[in-house]
């Protein structure tokens, strides 16, 4: 089974991405438990929080056996191999640049940039990108995720990322979303692993079925 046959059963199980930017690598354990138990199963780390890597490797150590684990704000191909050393299995980037996913996918890791525009995502595809992160979700309304939708091969996995919300989560996946990433509304600097467990499941519970 390969990386994104994997992320594909983890995101299906649980269509959040946990985006713990700012993370402390003590702090990545007690945080990486309060997540799992709470039902999320794909966490991301971005690479300018402090010692990323260490962080990375010590949840891939820990949850990379039934989950995945990788890096975000992915600018540069050199830092892929890296990430692949400390047991990183998804890219994730804030834009569109080739080198990055072909690199990503060179590595037999899961590629995931982040696009705005139907020809971003294009161009993103067409270098090989598996996972596309329309991104600031602030800026695009449901309808602007439906008209993309239709142009969009369909089982491209489309996450929407930025600005999400327990209560707007629902009207994305009823346009074509597949999931959410979940950034300061679930992770910020200095927050408890008991608060950040909380406003988890408060995310999964909100996608649950009345």
């Known amino acids: 089974m390969t990386h994104l046959d994997r992320f594909r059963l983890h995101l299906a199980a649980c269509p959040l991405v946990a985006i713990l930017r700012g993370i402390r690598p003590d702090e990545a354990d007690a945080v990486g438990n309060a997540l799992w ?7 991301e780390v971005p690479l300018n929080s402090p010692d990323p890597l260490v962080s990375i490797a010590r949840l891939a150590s820990r949850f990379g056996g039934e989950g995945t684990v990788g890096a975000g704000t992915v600018l540069d191909a050199r830092d892929i191999q890296p990430i692949v050393e400390a047991g990183g299995r998804i890219i994730v980037s804030p834009s569109v640049d080739t080198d990055v996913i072909r690199a990503t996918v060179a590595a037999g890791l899961v590629s995931s940039p982040g696009y705005f525009t139907p020809s971003e995502a294009f161009t993103a595809l067409k270098a090989g990108a598996h996972v596309l ?14 008209a993309q939708r239709a142009v969009l091969p369909k089982d491209t996995p489309i996450l929407m990322v930025g600005g999400i919300t327990p209560t707007n989560m629902r009207a994305y996946f009823e346009a ?19 608060e950040v467990g909380e406003r988890a499941r408060t995310y999964v519970e909100a996608l649950t079925p009345a």
Do not use: H, N, Q, W
């Open 176 to 194: 074509g979303a597949d999931g959410f990433g979940l950034g300061s509304g679930l992770y910020s600097p200095g927050r408890s692993a008991g």
């Open 37 to 43: 138990t709470a039902g999320i199963r794909v966490i």
């Open 133 to 146: 992160k329309l991104f600031p979700t602030e800026a695009a309304s449901p309808a602007v995720l439906k």
